[in-house]
Each structure stands twice: as C-alpha cells, then as structure tokens.
Nanobody, 128 residues
C-alpha cells in the first residue's frame, strides 16, 4: 500500500530553519509530481511547493519563494523541503501529497479528482 511519511517538523524561533522529509513507500517519487501543502488553524490549505516528475521543474507559493527549497532523492525515494528564514505565519501542518495524472505547474500541483496519496503530516511551529 502506497504511503507518505513526513518528518522533521518541530518548534523553531523566527528566522530559524527546518528540513522536512517525505519518505515514500509503494510509490516512486520520480514517477509522480508531488507537492508540499500546509494547513494552518482557521486557514485554507496552501499549496506550498511542488516538483515535476518529468523535468524536475518546481513551483513555490509567493509566500515562501526565496526561503523554501524543494528537492528529491530518488535513491532514497524521499522528498524534502528545506525551510529557511522561517516566520510565524509559516506555522502549520505540512504534508506531501499527489495523485494520478497530477502535474506541477505555475499554479502549483494541478489535477483532476482527489489526490490518491497523502501523508499525515508533520507540525511546524514558528514562535519566539
């Protein structure tokens, strides 16, 4: 059964850094375009970043551009999100997800129907 397991979250002061991991099993991270999402209390889900399976192109939300970097290690079948210069508004539950036929575009991870695979997420808290 395919699944994602996220890790690396925690509590960090503003300006700090974290690296999130999304370990995949039963699914190859180089076969699917995969996105990182975050959900903060009282806010809508935000498409933070994604990486294309076809050419490795990436997308970043304006709110994280220049601070976050998405990457992929095919040998480890793992996706990463390096987060630098963290701000309190980056607080939330971060998870990775994808679905059959989804593509990473200039608007984020786009596809039809629900996403078939998503992890439970890892909590990031940015607070002084």
């Amino acid at each position: 059964q395919a699944q994602f397991v996220e890790s690396g979250g925690g509590t960090v002061q503003p300006g700090g850094s974290l690296r999130l991991s999304c370990a995949a099993s039963g699914i190859s991270v180089d076969y699917y375009s995969i996105g990182w999402f975050r959900q903060a209390p009282g806010k809508e889900r935000e498409d933070v970043s994604c990486i294309s399976s076809s050419d490795g192109s990436t997308y970043y939300a304006d709110s994280v551009k220049g601070r976050f970097t998405i990457s992929r290690d095919d040998a480890k079948n793992t996706l990463y999100l390096q987060m630098n210069s963290l701000k309190p508004e980056d607080t939330g539950l971060y998870y990775c997800a994808t679905g059959r036929g989804y593509a990473c575009t200039g608007y984020g991870l786009v596809g039809y129907g629900g996403m078939d695979y998503r992890g439970k997420g890892t909590l990031v808290t940015v607070s002084s």
